[in-house]
């Protein structure tokens, strides 16, 4: 499998290094930005929240590699509720 071309968006802070080593070694480009353990009011989330959000929808993300269920589902809701769910 090549990833050559690729930026892989890894959201795990526990095995980030180790991921990112592995994208690499596949010819990727690692975006690492760890989620894991965010704890978001949904009706007054971390400015740091949305703004990791925006981030990662206007950069070119081919993939995102999500450790947990929850931490998805927080980033999704978070995001619809800033209208920027697409």
Known sequence: MS???LTIAITGSRRGSELSRI????????????????EA???TP????VEFIKRIT???VDYMI????PGVFSLMSIAKSY???D
Do not use: C, H, S
């Open 3 to 5: 990833l050559t071309g």
């Open 23 to 38: 994208v690499k070694n596949l010819g990727g480009r690692p975006y690492v930005a760890p989620t894991v353990g965010i």
């Open 41 to 43: 009011d949904l009706k």
């Open 46 to 49: 971390d400015n740091a929240i």
């Open 58 to 60: 206007k950069q070119d």
């Open 66 to 69: 999500f450790m947990t269920g």
């Open 83 to 85: 209208g920027m769910e």
